[in-house]
């Protein structure tokens, strides 16, 4: 991540875009300026507890699919799948898997949103409002109307 001298930052945008990056607006009323990068960095904290819930749950999914079939009517393997696939037993089965997994999944991450997620969207995005910030100075966008907490 780079800030360009200027990028899309001018003097009648360059507060807003500071405010809503330090807000970490992303997911609120659509902001007008985020960072894919620091989506990124907020997903990679969820991602440390993807495997170890799977990991968890996994020696029970078998289970809620074993008892389902269907009638050996001379059909081929491919067949007899699809029949079992289509059963509303193996959609309750699917439906089941998830939601153990879910639930095993937030027990897992029920923290990340009281900080950690936060913090790694902070990493990326306060480099960018400093750059922002400094740019703005180096103009002289800061004089009179221009006012902006986060520079100031």
Known sequence: MSFLMGGNSTQN?????????????????????YMIEAV????????????????TVLPNIPALFTSLSVPNTGQTEEQAINQIMALSDYQTALDNTLQTWLTEYHSEDAN???????????????PMVIAICNYAKSLNWLDGANYCPLCN
């Open 40 to 55: 990124q960095a907020h997903e990679n904290v969820h991602q440390q507890h993807i495997q170890p819930s799977l990991s």
């Open 13 to 33: 945008n360059f507060c807003l875009q500071e405010a809503e990056l330090n807000a970490l607006s992303v997911g609120y009323c659509p902001p007008n300026w």
């Open 112 to 126: 990340d949103h009281n900080g950690a997620t936060q913090a790694a969207e902070h990493t990326v995005v306060d």
